[in-house]
Every structure is written in C-alpha cells, then in structure tokens.
C-alpha cells in the first residue's frame, strides 16, 4: 500500500459526459500529480499541483481541469468525455515534508471506460 | 525533450534465474533522478528501485539491482532469483529533479515461467 487514495476504482460513463476523480496523496506529501496511461500513449504526465497551486502541465487536454484543495486532496475533472479518453488515470505524491522527497509514489489507478 | 526507451517489449525467464531489462534515456541534464517502476497485473504502479545521477554506486533493492551507466545514458535492471511474482511489466522512468515529473519508458513484459 503506496498510501495514496484514489477514488473511485473503477467508472462507466457515456460519451459527452462529465467525471471527477479523485486523490488523497501520502501524508506528508505536498505535491500531486496526475497520469494517463492508455494502450495507444502508454504513460503520459498530466497535470501537477504543489501546495494547491499548479505547478507544471503536461500533454492536458482543454476539457481536462484539475485542482488541489487547502488539505491536499486533488481532483481531476474529465469533460465532452470521448471514446478515446478511455484509460488508467493514476495520481502520485511525493515532496514529502520530512523524507524522500523525490520519489513519488502511486495510487491504484481510477480506470475509466467512456462508451 | 528527455526521452526514455526501453528497447525490448516482451522477455521471459525461468524462475531463479537472472534477467536484466535495459532503457536508455536522453538528457542534457547533469543532475538527475532514474526509476524502475513495476506494474503487476493488478496495475497497480509499484516502485521498484531509484538512482541519483550524482552518485556512482549503483542501487540495489534485495534481489533487484541497477547497471547505471551515466555516460552511455544507460539505466538496465537486473533482477536476480527471479520469482514467479516478479511477473509484471517494467517501466524505467527519468525525472530531471525532485518534485518533476517522471518520463516513462515503452515498458518490458516479463514473464517468470516455473
């Protein structure tokens, strides 16, 4: 067990839809990011907040949005939800305050099927 | 841009036995940070082991232990007394520094067989 949460394990939705994801990071950690893993991309870097300010931007789409919230917790919104947008979306943690501040540190992984 | 590549897509080994995955990376950085990361068929992402670009020594993690390679830009895990639940893929990744994001490699299938 990593430490990090990630709700919830699995979802189903439709295309056009709208979803929320979410992630609680490590005790101690400061900074979330989010990752995309899908059969034709493999792992992609999304988005990464530090302290609940954005910090760094990836390969996002415009329909995707995330924040981090005064405890921490992240969310990761997915928007005009297309076939395509099918994948594992993990969450990671690390810059802990105390130790190891480089290694970050996975979540299970919110699989998402758009139908 | 920093790039990883893990040239070999799929391997396979006899239980106890020796396999190492190799990856090379491209940086124009001198300070840096390389990962082994595991992801077993429950997907979940598992860190394996991680090297510091400053440090020469190369890490070791129990039976798993890196070939760090800095001016070939060559990262290979080596896992030895491979166990039937080492089976998973393998992913090298690169972070330039603490607190970045990590690049990942294409990922290697392994596969233990009894």
């Known amino acids: 067990d990593s430490g990090v949460t990630q709700t919830p394990k699995h979802l189903i939705t439709a295309t056009g839809q709208r979803v929320t994801l979410r992630c609680s990071p490590r005790?101690?950690?400061?900074?979330v990011y989010w990752y995309q893993q899908s059969l034709d991309q493999g792992l992609q870097f999304l988005i990464q907040y530090y302290n609940g300010e954005e910090r760094a931007k990836g390969n996002i789409l415009e329909r995707f949005s995330a924040q981090q919230f005064p405890d921490l917790h992240s969310e990761l919104n997915l928007s005009s939800l297309e076939l395509g947008d099918s994948a594992l979306y993990f969450c990671a943690s690390s810059l802990n305050v105390v130790q190891d501040k480089e290694t970050q540190y996975f979540g299970p992984g919110t699989r998402l099927l758009v139908l | 841009a920093q790039t990883v590549t893990q040239s070999q897509p799929e391997m396979s080994v006899q239980e106890a036995e020796t396999v190492t995955l190799s990856c090379t990376y491209d940086?124009?950085?001198?300070?840096?940070?390389l990962f082994w990361y595991k992801q077993p068929p429950s997907r979940q992402m598992i860190l394996v082991i991680r090297q510091e670009a400053y440090k020469q020594q190369n890490a070791t993690e129990n039976r798993f232990s890196v070939n760090f390679q800095k001016a070939a830009k060559s990262f290979s895990l080596k896992i030895s007394d491979s166990q039937l639940g080492d089976t998973a893929m393998y992913f090298c990744?690169?972070?330039?520094?603490?607190?970045?994001?990590?690049?990942f490699g294409g990922g290697t299938r392994v596969l233990v067989k009894p």
């Open positions: 940086t124009s950085e001198n300070n840096y940070y």
């Open positions: 005790s101690g950690d400061l900074s």
């Open positions: 990744a690169y972070s330039v520094a603490a607190g970045n994001k990590l690049t």
